[in-house]
C-alpha cells in the first residue's frame, strides 16, 4: 500500500471518520463557492474510500449518504432549479447508488487485499 495511506491504519476509527466527515464538509463549501454548474463529485470519493478502507462497510455507507446530501444541498443552495421535485430526488438516488456501488468493490478489494497479505505472511513463516 501507499506509504502515506498506510499511516491511516495506525489512526483510531473515530479519527478517520472524523476526518471523513471533514473532507465531506470541505468539499461541500468547495461545491457550494463554485455553482452548480461544476461538478465535483469525484472528490467526495475521497471521503467515502477512507471510510470504507479504514473504518467498514457501513460507515462508507454513511459518509456516501453525507456526499449526496451535501452535494444536492449546494446545488440547490447555489440556485440550481429543476422543473420537478422528482429531478433533484432522481439526482441523488443515481449519484447515491454509484457510490454503493464505490462502497462494495471497495469492501471486496479491502478483503481480497487483507486476504493476500494472510497467504504471504502464512507462507513466508
Same mark, same amino acid.
Given at each position: 500500500?501507499?506509504?502515506?495511506?498506510?499511516?491511516?491504519?495506525?489512526?483510531?476509527?473515530?479519527?478517520?471518520?472524523?476526518?471523513?466527515?471533514?473532507?465531506?464538509?470541505?468539499?461541500?463549501?468547495?461545491?457550494?463557492?463554485?455553482?452548480?454548474?461544476?461538478?465535483? %463529485?469525484? @472528490? /467526495? +470519493? &475521497?471521503? =467515502?474510500? *477512507?471510510?470504507?478502507?479504514?473504518?467498514?462497510?457501513?460507515?462508507?455507507?454513511?459518509?456516501?449518504?453525507?456526499?449526496?446530501?451535501?452535494?444536492?444541498?449546494?446545488?440547490?443552495?447555489?440556485?440550481?432549479?429543476?422543473?420537478?421535485?422528482?429531478?433533484?430526488?432522481?439526482?441523488?438516488?443515481?449519484? %447515491?447508488? @454509484? /457510490? +454503493? &456501488?464505490? =462502497?462494495? *468493490?471497495?469492501?471486496?478489494?479491502?478483503?481480497?487485499?487483507?486476504?493476500?497479505?494472510?497467504?504471504?505472511?502464512?507462507?513466508?513463516?
Amino acid at each position: 500500500m501507499v506509504a502515506w495511506l498506510k499511516r491511516f491504519e495506525t489512526w483510531s476509527k473515530l479519527s478517520v471518520m472524523a476526518l471523513s466527515i471533514g473532507i465531506v464538509t470541505a468539499v461541500g463549501f468547495v461545491d457550494y463557492f463554485t455553482g452548480y454548474e461544476t461538478f465535483c %463529485f469525484i @472528490f /467526495y +470519493l &475521497v471521503a =467515502v474510500f *477512507l471510510a470504507v478502507w479504514f473504518v467498514g462497510n457501513f460507515p462508507g455507507v454513511l459518509i456516501s449518504a453525507l456526499s449526496v446530501t451535501a452535494w444536492i444541498s449546494s446545488n440547490i443552495a447555489t440556485g440550481e432549479r429543476y422543473s420537478s421535485f422528482f429531478v433533484p430526488v432522481w439526482n441523488a438516488m443515481i449519484m %447515491f447508488v @454509484f /457510490y +454503493l &456501488v464505490v =462502497v462494495a *468493490l471497495l469492501a471486496r478489494l479491502r478483503t481480497m487485499h487483507k486476504e493476500l497479505e494472510e497467504r504471504v505472511r502464512q507462507r513466508t513463516a
